[in-house]
């Protein structure tokens, strides 16, 4: 039987809250804009940061504005599929035999 660790009075570490901010990055097609949820370290109006995209950080993103503290960003994923399994859209289709 294993033996649980005691913390020895140390403060469990918080998890870090977020912001949601708006960005926007100068292209050379002209400006890019973007909402993100941000660590609220990192959610300070006019601080610049990198963004991670598919497998690649982009540089320049300067934050634009930044909402209200919100312990963990909405999953839309999960919002997305009870949505179609609450309306019936995650059914298989029927094909017609004619």
Known sequence: MKKK????????PKKP????????RLTDDGEAQLTSYLPEKYAVVDKVVKLRGNASW????????AGELVDEP???????????KNTGDDTPKVKDED
């Not at 660790?5 to 469990?12: A, V």
């Not at 809250?17 to 926007?24: E, G, I, K, N, S």
């Not at 982009?58 to 504005?65: A, I, L, Q, Y």
């Open 74 to 84: 909405p999953d839309y994923r999960k919002a997305i599929r009870k949505h179609r």
């Open 58 to 65: 982009t540089d320049g993103w300067v934050v634009k504005s």
């Open 17 to 24: 809250q977020f912001r949601q901010c708006v960005l926007h």
């Open 5 to 12: 660790k005691k913390n020895k009075g140390k403060p469990k």
